[in-house]
């Protein structure tokens, strides 16, 4: 058998040596993943868009559940004053 570099077949430790590399960069880049979404970059936390009016994010919580209708038509009118 004819041996290179080191004295190891293939021409370094080993032929399949690349997998535990390529587990710790699958694992670096799924931790970076879960970092970056948690951190809010790519969580739109705001119940609103761009366009969205006060109106629409009102109705949009009365819609959820967050607010009961007294509620709502409370923050209505005082939107409307």
């Not at 109705?59 to 038509?73: L, S, V, W």
């Amino acid at each position: 058998m004819m041996r290179y570099g080191w004295g190891y077949p293939y021409g370094g430790f080993g032929l399949f040596t690349w997998i535990p590399e390529l587990i710790f960069w699958m694992i670096l880049v799924f931790i970076f993943i879960r970092l970056f979404r948690h951190s809010g970059h790519w969580h739109d936390h705001d119940h609103s868009s761009p366009e969205s009016t006060p109106l629409d994010i009102l109705k949009e919580r009365y819609a959820k559940g967050e607010i009961d209708k007294k509620q709502f038509e409370e923050m209505k009118k005082d939107l409307k004053d």
